[in-house]
């Protein structure tokens, strides 16, 4: 079963009187990452929490490859502040084994394999809520691995990281769109949208305003705040 494509048809998303997000049309499909790009505020995160399936529309309808049940097949996400539990590092993980309905036996293994895959093989018995900010996002990775996705949404996971850190998050993203797992990601990171996005839509004050190759957008934005969002100048959303 899979969950791609995905497709949202007019999306709107209010609260209360308030839009975030408006009249969206977007396809996810397989292939190379897809960055959801624009300024804070704009409806990124709001944007992948629709896509994970964590709220519903206001007014449209999301579809995930034929499918209006939100229930997730084979899709995980990895929020900007990854909650941990108060265990160890490896018992987070064998805890989202369990909760992916790998079986007991396995996961000691997969879970020294995952550890070993996002460098944390010689943590594993570090309180979670002790790592780094780096390595808790290693962490939370490898807790999104643990349910196998064929889509893997990330929620601006290297905002709050040092280079060498996001260098580190950026290679494991790379690794898993080379082995095939769709990425879809928020940035607003213009040097990281330009190292591994295939494509982009950008969006400003919850509209989508471009969808274009990664070459495309920042070589010919079609709109004004495109063009001053790839000149890296201030946009705000007022
Ligand atoms: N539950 C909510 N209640 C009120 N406002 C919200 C809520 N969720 C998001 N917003 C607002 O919607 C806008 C978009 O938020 P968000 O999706 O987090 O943007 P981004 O991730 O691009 O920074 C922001 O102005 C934010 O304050
Ligand atoms: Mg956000």
Known sequence: MSDLPVTLSHVSYAVGATPILRDLDLTVRSGAPTFIIGPNGSGKSTLLRLIMGLIAPTSGAIDWNGTRDPAPRRRAIVFQ????????????LIFALDQAGLEKS???????????????????????????????????FARALARSPELLILDEPTASLDPSATLALEQLIGKAAGEGIKILMASHDLGQVRRLAGDVVFLHRGRI????????FFEQPRTAQGSAFVRGDLITED
């Open 81 to 92: 502040q990854p909650v941990m539990l108060r265990r160890s590092v490896a018992a987070n």
């Open 106 to 140: 396995l996961q000691d293994k997969r879970c020294a394999d995952l550890l070993a895959l996002v460098g944390l093989g010689d943590l594993a018995d570090r309180p979670a809520r002790r790592l780094s900010g780096g390595e808790r996002q290693k962490l939370a």
């Open 209 to 216: 305003l471009e969808s274009a190759s990664t070459q495309a």
